[in-house]
């Protein structure tokens, strides 16, 4: 009996030891670049760019690189480094843990108890798939969590699409050129019956092509424009929490 405790506190010990948590940085930053893929001049400009991102909106989005995760899944390490680290806030659980395995190629994107509808599983796939996969496939990691934070915000506000919707949308350049042919063959088809009629047709004329050319000349809203702008320092996270929620991937 005494062997098979002794067996039991052993494999125990051995399960604690794997499960070691990723340290809690302190100071307080939202970039923990633990795998050294950032230089000095990105991890500063990321840093702010979600610091930033914090003093305006309250959403706290944390990105961790790590070497390996030593044969635990992605999954577990997550969810435990998000608890015990607290992002978001903790009323709101508003926070977002984007945690990258270099060494085993895995990526997940945590969402918090409070984001989980705005950034839903697809979402969160979406991003890994058409952000952060091809970008980390270049090695270039700055440029896929940049691209992803900017998507992450987006998702927040319910500002994002998911990118397979965005790839259909080239139909619609060939329905405007459809469209125009046909709007310009009723009005020639107008204009002669009326004989070519002076300057009413020329008035019909302008008010239809003058409709159509509005209609395409919307131009979406988002956070295209400018970057964010500088601020203080991170103030430290607010203790929120997450069940799971988000979506791992792998390249």
Do not use: C
């Amino acid at each position: 009996m005494k062997k098979i405790l002794t067996i039991f506190l052993l494999l125990f010990s051995l399960h604690v030891v794997a499960q070691k948590s990723i340290p809690k940085p302190n100071p307080p930053k939202l970039v923990v670049d633990n795998a050294n893929v950032f230089d000095d001049y990105d991890r500063d400009q990321l840093e702010r760019k979600l610091v930033a991102l914090d003093d305006s909106t309250s959403n706290q989005i944390a990105v961790v690189t790590v070497n390996t995760l030593n044969d635990e899944p992605i999954e577990d390490v997550a969810t435990r480094t998000f608890r015990e680290w607290g992002i978001g806030n903790k009323k709101t659980n508003n926070g977002v843990l984007i945690l990258i395995a270099v060494a085993d190629h895995k990526v997940r994107i945590e969402v918090g108890y409070g984001l989980e509808g705005a950034i839903p599983d697809i979402v969160a796939n979406d991003i890994i798939t058409n952000d952060l996969r091809p970008a980390f496939r270049q090695n270039n990691y700055y440029g896929g969590i940049n691209k992803a934070v900017d998507d992450l915000s987006k998702a927040a506000v319910g500002d994002y699409k998911i990118k397979r919707e965005r790839n259909n949308t080239g139909g619609n350049s060939a329905g405007s050129v459809l469209k125009f042919i046909l709007i310009l063959i009723f009005v020639i088809i107008i204009m002669a019956l009326r004989g070519g009629g002076g300057g009413g047709g020329g008035l019909l004329t302008g008010m239809l092509l003058g409709s159509m050319m509005g209609g395409g000349g919307r131009s979406s809203g988002g956070w295209g424009g400018g970057g964010f702008g500088g601020g203080g320092g991170f103030g430290g996270f607010g203790g929120g929490s997450s069940g799971g929620g988000g979506s791992s991937g792998s390249w």
